[in-house]
């Protein structure tokens, strides 16, 4: 089964600061990957998928790129309404792997 | 409103079953894959489980292979997880999520229930 590693496991900036998530997959995944929310408490949302399509609704400040084993996720300015768990995901095949998540917080 | 209600769970001896039930609304339901997505107090979020829009594609976790079954009911707007042989480490928040497209291995999740609770303990 092909692996799903992100880093940081988590991360600490400040508001207006540019985050940078990165998500490693063990095999060549071509562009099948999607990226999610998690506030504290609260239901994922979806904020990319294939690799750098924005879902509609998400803010412009949020970014995706990469394609085949290393991907990213960029918030370009952090803000407070940005705190929570990002989740990298496959889904060329099952099993569709989650990473194991980022908490972003405010410094 | 697009809407996914989860219920079914609850308190189960381990080695027993639950059926868990997914009650979906506000979409055309036929038309889209499915997943069951669980995550463990205090964890990340682990994929257990997808079904294609017709019941002709169907993906498993390895932690859950042989001893859960995914299924849906078109007619009815309804998705299920049959868990037989519970452990301990099935003891989770249990999300149903909708596909972006028909087939569960093909598109991210745009929808997600708030998530029904099991708890595996003797």
Redesign the interface.
Known sequence: DIQMTQSPSSLSASVGDRVTITCRASQGISSYLAWYQQKPGKVPNLLIYAASTLQSGVPSRFSGSGSGTDFTLTISRLQPEDVATYYCQKYNSAPLTFGGGTKVEIK | EVQLVESGGGLVQPGRSLRLSCAASGFIFADYGM?W?RQAPGK????VS?ISWNSGSI????SVKGRFTISRDNAKNSLYLQMNSLRAEDMALY?C?KS?GGY???????V????TTVTVSS
């Open positions: 997943h997505v990340g979020l682990e994929w997808g993906g498993y976790a390895d999300y999520a972006q569960y291995d093909s598109s991210g999740m745009d997600w229930g708030k998530g």
